[in-house]
């Protein structure tokens, strides 16, 4: 266990805990406007590299604009939805409304499948091929821009929801729905706007992860999953639990690859999501509720 | 300035709003009075635009306004402070005030705002010293006050109150209709006010309505409704022989 390899683990699990993070905030985006928890999370996630991979293949795009497009067409797709399935049962019941999500999930898959076939595709990395050694490690180019992008996504959204009326808006629509109403705020219309995000916020979590861990129609459920698990271990509705939660993910998974058997890579994440729910169903970073009445 | 004309309210298959017609005008403070489940929330929720009338009609300063979305509402200026407060919580309180606000973001006019913020913190100084404090942690009171400020905030011409003075100790909450009467003198406010407390309510209002099981069963000038029997054994908690005040 030399320092070169315990780096090399470190890296890869980061890179890869940084998708788990992004997903698990967009799914901490639309429970936090809706109570909800969108089953089909995993499927943006899924949509962002295949789309991109699709863009880049069939219309001879290059991997910057691919990139753009897939994810602008991941975000209409994210409020599409919304308007064709979630607003027109408003007001149901939370359980119902996510068994629909789970529908959408299965939908947006076996769309995917018809028309991109059940390949595995590759993108090719952003900018710059050759690792870099560092202690013995050798770190891509990609895991940079992946970490890069993460901060950048990070730091936008706590912009968007510390520092600007619309973000402070949505967060008032999970505190106070009704006063919401009273105050002026559109409340379907924040809750659009948390789909969009969401599937903007998963989307870039697929694409950056494509060049490294390869795509195919059904990646959507694993890191949906994972993504999930991040959540919970972060305390579900905290976004910078969730970041942190993906993050933790990545990094004992790539441990638990490297030192015990790359065959349990994945029962990691699993094991940690059960020991959460028994041990601290808040999750690490939850907090319990200010409340005074 | 707002007119009810026969307005039904069913909530599922509960009728909980019947035949109920009445009127606020310009600057004056109206109470609207009756115990638990006698539809006054309904009521004012109905105004508000969060439930639809099943029948009837509401006109705001000569529109109709009974199919239209709460935040249209909202923006043709009739704000509502509602039960229990409702204050974001986990916001802070400037945050809170300024999401009052948010109709007029949405127009971009944003420029007077931090003035109003200003303006609501001299009414309420309470609230100033804890602009950056979450309001969950506020007293009861300062969250009826920051309630109120938020709803302010919005510039209403018309302002519903719904039980502001519930759960407050009774020194607050006459604290607070003092508040809603100096709204009323010094701004020029017009309120409709929901209250199970007659006495308070009656006290600063000028007119008032008594609502039971969904009916409009009494109306007059508050004095009226002070000397009225029916009204004195029922929600002021007097025999009828006894004289008023």
């Known amino acids: ?293 | 300035m707002l007119v009810l004309k026969n307005i039904d309210v069913f909530y599922g298959k509960v009728h909980a709003v019947k035949k109920v017609s009445l009127h606020v005008d310009q600057g004056e403070i109206v109470a609207l009075i009756g115990g638990n489940g006698a539809g006054k929330t309904t009521l004012l929720s109905t105004i508000s635009g969060l439930i639809r009338a099943g029948r009837g009609q509401i006109v705001f300063e000569g529109r109709e306004i009974n199919r239209q979305k709460p935040d249209k509402i909202v923006k043709s200026g009739i704000s509502q402070v509602p039960e229990r407060r409702l204050v974001f919580k986990p916001l802070s309180v400037e945050d809170n005030l300024l999401l009052g606000s948010y109709h007029r973001y949405s127009l971009g006019r944003s420029a007077s705002i931090g003035r109003d913020v200003e303006e609501i913190f001299a009414m309420f100084p309470v609230l100033g010293e804890r602009r950056n404090q979450p309001a969950g942690t506020l007293s009861g009171g300062e969250q009826q006050m920051l309630s109120i400020g938020r709803a302010l905030m919005a510039k209403p011409r018309l302002l519903l109150l719904d039980e502001p003075g519930m759960g407050l100790a009774p020194a607050i909450s006459q604290m607070i209709f003092r508040h809603v009467s100096k709204l009323r003198d010094e701004l020029g406010a017009t309120v409709l006010l929901v209250e199970q407390n007659a006495r308070s309510a009656l006290k600063i209002s000028d007119r008032g309505y008594v609502l039971e099981t969904g009916r409009v069963i009494v109306q007059g000038t508050s004095k009226e409704l002070m000397q009225n029997n029916d009204v004195q054994r029922a929600y002021l908690g007097r025999d009828a022989g006894e004289s008023g005040r």
């Not at chain 1, 470190?10 to 089953?39: D, E, K």
């Not at chain 1, 789309?51 to 990139?67: C, H, Q, S, Y």
């Not at chain 1, 939805?81 to 607003?87: F, K, N, S």
Request: glycine share 12%; charged share 10%.
């Open chain 1, 1 to 293: 266990m030399d320092l070169g390899s315990i780096l090399q683990y470190l890296v890869s699990g980061l890179t890869v805990g940084s998708t788990y993070g992004l997903t698990a905030l967009g799914f901490t985006i639309i429970f936090n406007a809706t109570r909800v928890i969108n089953f089909a999370q995993g499927e943006f996630v899924m949509l962002g590299g295949m789309l991109a991979v699709f863009f880049a293949g069939a219309l001879n795009l290059g991997v910057f604009p691919a990139v753009l497009l897939a994810v602008s067409c991941t975000t209409l797709v994210g409020v599409c939805m919304e308007r064709l399935t979630i607003r027109p049962v408003q007001g149901a019941n939370v359980v119902n409304i996510i068994i629909i999500t789970i529908g959408v999930s299965i939908f947006i898959r076996g769309v995917v499948m018809l028309f991109l076939g059940k390949d595995t595709f590759s993108l090719p990395p952003f900018f710059g091929t050759e690792a870099l050694e560092f202690f013995g490690a050798m770190i891509i180019p990609q895991s940079i821009w992946i970490l890069l992008i993460t901060m950048l996504v990070l730091v936008g959204l706590r912009t968007y929801f510390n520092k600007t009326i619309f973000g402070k808006a949505m967060l008032a629509c999970s505190f106070e729905q009704k006063a919401a109403h009273l105050v002026g705020i559109s409340v379907d219309r924040m809750i659009m706007l948390s789909f969009a995000i969401s599937a903007l916020v998963g989307s870039i979590g697929g694409v950056i992860l494509t060049p490294i861990t390869l795509t195919s129609y059904d990646v959507g459920i694993m890191l949906g999953l994972k993504g999930f698990a991040a959540c919970i271990l972060g305390g579900l509705g905290n976004p910078f639990g969730a970041a942190a939660g993906g993050l933790i993910i990545g990094v004992l998974e790539s441990f638990g690859a490297g030192f015990i058997s790359s065959a349990y890579k994945d029962a990691f994440a699993f094991i940690i999501l059960l020991v959460i729910l028994f041990v601290k169903p808040s999750g690490i970073f939850g907090r319990a509720d200010i409340e005074r009445v």
